[in-house]
């Protein structure tokens, strides 16, 4: 029997570390502690149907959404492994409306890690694909006391790693640590995550677009004419694209970056900043394309040059391939010089 290599990610972490001289292990030891929540988090998805922790609760989180229960115990697992080694001086989650507060024992962190706990809540109980997003950063305030908001406030081009974790029809850990994007799948009769995508890179032209499409009286025209076009027959650009929309940003973006295709979600004229957060969502998965060869704007700016002024900012995202979001841009110009003129 051939016997192929087995690369876990354990395994993966620390080759990527040698290539820093001056790594400490404690950056690793963040990825780490990630993929730890990952299998612990997976464990529970996995049986929440079984058990008492789904169903609506009734506390709601910063942005005035309904939280389910298992985003809080979601939310509980990855604050519970970053903070308790001293290595992570800040944490911020989408469903903590402010910094999470952390003891003293974290004053000598270097790292600030904020994450979505669990993306894709109201597909909980449908048993359709949910994720965990998550963004890392080096600290800017001084070592040695307690952490401040200019440590999360920072622009995602300084994110030092970032990824995210699908719980599908398997779970897959994908991280990028700015050496391209890696995807791990998770082999439950071991309890290890193997790497399964090594180096993985999106299409440089896809035929998938993905937005809510509901939301379509509320769309800028810009945006109306490039879902038109998208849906016009032309063999030659492989039109009309086929629309894929799982609501669950991380199993949307997974999907069309294996695939190629561009994921929006815009601007309305009620909420001009869309509805996806910036910290917590846009920018992780804006380095992971970036790394993958794709790319992500809020459709004036590159997402990860937009610096945040605010922990739950919102920003509207157009993600994915290259040459698509490339197109949309196009889009927007055209309908901008219109405005002017
Ligand atoms: P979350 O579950 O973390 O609040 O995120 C939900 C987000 C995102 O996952 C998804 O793409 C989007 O909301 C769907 O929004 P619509 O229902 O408005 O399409
Ligand atoms: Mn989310
Ligand atoms: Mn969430």
């Not at 395994?11 to 040698?18: C, G, V």
């Not at 897959?172 to 009769?189: K, L, Q």
């Not at 995508?197 to 299409?203: L, S």
């Not at 197109?327 to 927007?332: H, P, S, T, V, W």
């Amino acid at each position: 029997m051939k016997f192929q290599s087995i690369i876990t990610i354990d395994r993966h972490f620390i080759d990527q570390e040698k290539k820093f001289p001056y790594a400490t292990g404690e950056f690793t030891k963040i990825l780490y502690n990630l993929s730890l929540a990952a299998k612990i988090v997976t464990r529970d998805v996995r049986k929440a149907g079984l058990v008492d922790i789904i169903g609506i609760t009734s506390d709601s989180n910063s942005s005035g959404e309904v939280q389910k229960k298992l985003d809080m115990y979601a939310n509980d697992v990855f604050v519970n492994v970053m903070n308790h080694d001293g290595i992570v001086c800040a944490l911020a989650s989408e469903e903590v409306d402010s910094l999470i507060e952390l003891d003293e024992s974290a004053w000598g962190g270097r790292y600030v890690v904020m994450f979505d706990p669990l993306d894709g809540s109201s597909n909980i109980d449908a048993n359709v694909s949910i994720g965990t997003i998550f963004s890392i950063y080096k600290r800017q305030s001084p070592v040695g006391g307690p952490s401040q908001l200019r440590d999360v406030l920072q622009p995602g081009y300084k994110q030092i790693g970032a990824g995210y974790i699908i719980y599908g029809s398997s779970t897959m850990f994908v991280y990028t640590t700015g050496n391209g994007v890696h995807g791990f799948t998770y082999d439950p009769s071991c309890g290890e995550f193997l790497l399964s995508h090594p180096n993985m890179k999106t299409p440089k032209k896809g035929a998938i677009y993905s937005i809510n499409e509901g939301n379509w009286n509320s769309f800028d025209p810009a945006t109306q004419k490039y879902i038109s076009f998208l849906k016009e027959s032309d063999k030659e650009s492989n039109r009309p694209y086929t629309s894929r929309y799982i609501g669950s940003l991380v199993a949307d973006f997974h999907r069309n970056l294996l695939y190629g295709g561009i994921y929006i979600y815009p601007g309305t004229a009620k909420s001009p900043d869309g509805k996806l957060r910036l910290l917590y969502e846009c920018n992780p998965l804006a380095m992971v394309i970036e790394q993958a060869g794709g790319k992500a704007t809020n459709g004036q700016k590159r997402i990860l040059d937009i610096t945040p002024k605010d922990l739950h900012e919102r920003t509207p995202l157009f993600i994915g391939s290259p040459d698509d979001v490339d197109q949309a841009m196009d889009f927007i110009r055209e309908q901008e010089k219109h405005t002017v003129t």
